[in-house]
């Protein structure tokens, strides 16, 4: 597997100026990356912009997935998509971009996930975007958030619900897949239903063969903690697991940080950590571990 980065770490310091694209490249080859996520939400970046950072990148061996923060069951969805397909295309046959079902179909408290006519809605809008972006060379991978991996098959459903619509009306296309980030699951204050640690796991086993890209970051009763560190879903079964049925791409996700000084510190810690632990190990790593 690879070990990548998402720009979403440094939220708050590209915000303010405190660092750019390009110093984050440096910042991925310094540190043995070797991929980075652009998340780019409304897709708003210049195209000249996105070229140059997969020159500096593709410069540096280092792989590039973009990222935004659709709602497949909004009216305007379809051009936020398509400016992130034209963004993701640049990078190559091949490149993925990271994209959501429906988050604003959650947001009531009563719920615990999506009803099942917003499970057929999103299943057909994922596969006409799939459509589109096969057109470009793109592959889609859903990323699961506030909705639960799995429904209760009757009053509510999740993710893997979608997958199964999508296979019952015509098969899962073959570009789209899974954004798989198994802390999101168990995350109590953002997923409507979350899961034990230990079904997180059969998931990844059951649907490996769906998985394109890997978000990680840890949690500790049931919340996100500030570096990767011991977590409730055990960090070597989970590689163990992943190691079995995947080898893309990793992308550590931990919390944004206020400062460039303390996004840095607590990579660093997080790498240490997983050093500490013997864990780089599953990674193919740019500079060694």
Do not use: W
């Not at 009763?221 to 049925?245: C, H, Q, R, W, Y």
């Amino acid at each position: 597997m690879k070990f990548g980065i998402t720009t979403n770490i440094f939220r708050e310091p590209l915000a303010s100026g405190e660092v750019n694209l390009g110093g984050l490249v440096d910042f991925a080859e310094d540190e043995g990356f070797s991929a980075i996520e652009v998340r780019d939400d409304e897709a708003s970046l210049a195209v000249d912009n996105v070229q140059d950072f997969l020159k500096d990148a593709g410069a540096k061996g280092i792989e590039v997935s973009y990222a935004i923060a659709n709602d497949m069951l909004q009216e305007d969805d379809r051009a936020l998509v398509d400016r992130g397909i034209e963004r993701a295309a640049l990078g190559g046959d091949g490149a993925i971009l990271r994209l959501l079902a429906s988050q604003s179909a959650l947001a009531p408290k009563e719920k615990s996930g999506y009803t099942a006519g917003e499970i057929r809605a999103i299943s057909d809008k994922a596969r006409e975007y799939a459509g589109r972006a096969a057109g470009k060379g793109v592959f889609l991978a859903i990323e699961h958030a506030r909705e639960p991996l799995r429904g209760d098959g009757q009053t509510y459903f999740g993710l893997e619900d979608i997958f199964d619509a999508l296979q019952r009306s015509g098969g899962v296309p073959a570009n789209i897949g899974i954004t798989f980030d198994p802390a999101n699951a168990v995350f109590k204050s953002l997923c409507k239903a979350p899961t034990e640690p230990g079904k997180v796991l059969e998931f990844l086993e059951a649907h490996s063969e769906h998985i394109a890209l890997v978000h990680y970051k840890t949690t500790s009763g049931g919340e996100p903690t500030p570096v990767i560190t011991d977590s409730d879903i055990d960090n070597e079964a989970l590689f163990a697991g992943l190691s079995k049925a995947y080898d893309g791409i990793v992308c550590l996700e931990i919390p944004s940080a206020g400062d460039l000084a303390e996004c840095r510190a607590n990579i660093e810690a997080s790498l240490e950590y997983l050093r500490k632990v013997g864990l780089m190990g599953y990674f193919a790593r740019k500079g060694g571990a």
